[in-house]
């Protein structure tokens, strides 16, 4: 049984698109998170959400909205598509905010052409 | 908010010897220090934590070193072998507070 499972695994779109990103984990935690990982592999926080409610948005651009529908869920959608958006994409989730660890699920590879 | 610091970028040791990687954070109210393990095409796993109340913990070859009042823990690798070669994240965080990590450091052990 997977973790934390985030689909698609891969993402090809064109400029200008929008898509979504869903997350589910079945550990029973409260808190999850939205990663960037660029080029050089610098892991990024975008936002944590801790039952259901919004804990922290980096400085993300507004294309950017998350949705919790409940606590085993954060889908990550994006308006707008930019070709500098291009990158893996981790949702992870941890049983509280920053205190234990975080589990990581595979990875979306979002590829903007 | 925290800043963490992780040295070197890039790392090469031959099979059998020790890695050591570096890291240093900002925020003295940061208590809790994760290490995470990403292979290539694979998702970060967590390999070895440590809390501030502890300045020492040891898992088989791995081991984590946390000085406080520096700021500053370390990730020791011995007797490395070709499954170490890795990404290795360090990270920085305090109750109800994201984790902070750092930039990463490619380890590549020769055969």
């Known amino acids: 049984d997977t973790a934390v499972s985030q689909t698609p695994k891969y993402l090809v779109t064109q400029m200008g698109n929008d898509k979504s990103i869903k997350c589910e984990q079945n550990?029973?935690?409260?808190?999850m998170y939205w990663y960037k990982q660029d080029s050089k592999k610098f892991l990024k926080i975008m936002f944590s959400y801790n039952n259901k409610e919004l804990i922290i948005n980096e400085t993300v651009p507004n294309r950017f909205s998350p949705k919790s529908p409940d606590k085993a869920h954060l889908n990550l959608h994006i308006n707008s598509l930019e070709l500098g958006d291009s990158a893996v994409y981790f949702c992870a989730s941890s049983h509280d905010i920053g205190n234990t660890e975080a589990f990581f699920g595979q990875g979306t590879r979002l590829t903007v052409v | 908010g925290e800043n963490v610091e992780q040295h070197p970028s890039t790392l090469s040791v031959q099979e059998g010897d020790s890695a050591v990687i570096k890291c240093t954070y900002s925020?003295?109210?940061?208590?809790?220090f994760p290490w995470y393990k990403q292979e290539l095409g694979k998702r970060p796993q967590l390999i070895i934590d440590i809390r501030s109340n502890v300045g020492e913990k040891k898992d088989q070859r791995i081991a984590v070193t946390l000085n406080k009042t520096a700021k500053h823990f370390s990730l020791h690798i011995t007797e490395t072998q070709p499954e170490d070669s890795a990404v290795y994240f360090c990270a920085a965080s305090k109750p109800g507070n994201q984790f902070y990590f750092g930039t990463g450091t490619s380890l590549t052990v020769i055969p």
């Open positions: 925020d003295s109210a940061s208590n809790y």
């Open positions: 550990l029973g935690h409260d808190t």
